[in-house]
């Protein structure tokens, strides 16, 4: 590792590590990406736990069907809390 490094055990001398800030930059990371919420929500389709019940489920809905009573509990939860959800998911980076 050290040989691919150019380096040796003891690290680099002042003189070495000069040399390669400036002929490599800093070290640093790229900043991270904010990805937006419809980015978000795409990207979760690709998780089989949420695409198969949506494929599933939104054309009986939008053929009339009504929820089980567990959904329909389900959903008047996530509906109580929509705010608070929409607020938690602004807040993060």
Avoid: I
């Avoid at 590590?17 to 978000?40: I, N, Q, Y």
């Avoid at 959904?71 to 929409?86: T, V």
Wanted: proline share 9%; glycine share 8%; net charge positive.
């Amino acid at each position: 590792m050290l040989r691919t490094l150019d380096s040796g055990p003891r690290g680099l001398t002042d003189v070495e590590a000069d040399a390669r800030l400036a002929r490599f930059g800093e070290s640093t990371l790229p900043a991270r990406r904010t990805v937006s919420w419809p980015g978000r929500f795409l990207r979760s389709l690709r998780d089989p736990f949420t695409a198969v019940p949506l494929s599933g489920n939104v054309p009986a809905f939008a053929r009339g069907a009504h929820p089980g009573s567990q959904a329909q509990s389900c959903l008047d939860r996530m509906h109580a809390n929509w705010a608070k959800a929409r607020k938690e998911v602004s807040a993060q980076p």
